[in-house]
């Protein structure tokens, strides 16, 4: 069962932006805690940005002051604005859940759910 999916990877030049989101399936109220990672060509996938269930964000130090973690009022997409983009940050970008509620009277559930990525290239 697919329980997130992730849109908006494409090319892009550098220098450029991209906005990726992650949609929560139907079968999913909320996604409370989780984050995107990507993985390049020949290397491990590594954490790109996380949100927590209180709203506080990390950030990989390659990625810091460029990209941006966010999730709506819904809590039902998080999304990754991706700026002043860099050949090195080509990768297929996962989305991950930790945490999700699948009813609003449910408490938060420890989860290990991943999209199925999607591809961001920059590239002049």
């Known amino acids: 069962q697919e329980f997130l999916v992730e849109s908006g990877g494409g090319l892009v030049q550098p220098g450029g932006s991209l906005r990726l989101s992650c949609a929560a399936s139907?079968?999913?109220?909320?996604?409370?805690?989780g984050g995107w990672y990507r993985q390049a060509p020949g290397k491990q996938r590594e954490l790109v940005a996380n949100?927590?269930?209180?709203?506080?964000?990390n950030y990989a130090d390659s990625v810091k002051g460029r990209f941006t973690i966010s999730r709506d009022k819904r809590e039902r997409t998080v999304f990754l604005q991706m700026n002043s983009l860099k050949p090195d940050d080509t990768a297929v970008y996962y989305c991950?859940?930790?945490?999700?509620?699948?009813?609003?009277?449910?408490?938060?559930?420890?989860?290990?759910?991943w999209g199925k990525g999607t591809l961001v290239t920059v590239s002049p």
């Open positions: 139907a079968s999913i109220f909320s996604i409370n805690a």
């Open positions: 991950h859940a930790d945490k999700v509620k699948y009813d609003p009277f449910d408490s938060q559930r420890a989860v290990d759910y």
């Open positions: 949100i927590m269930s209180d709203g506080n964000t």
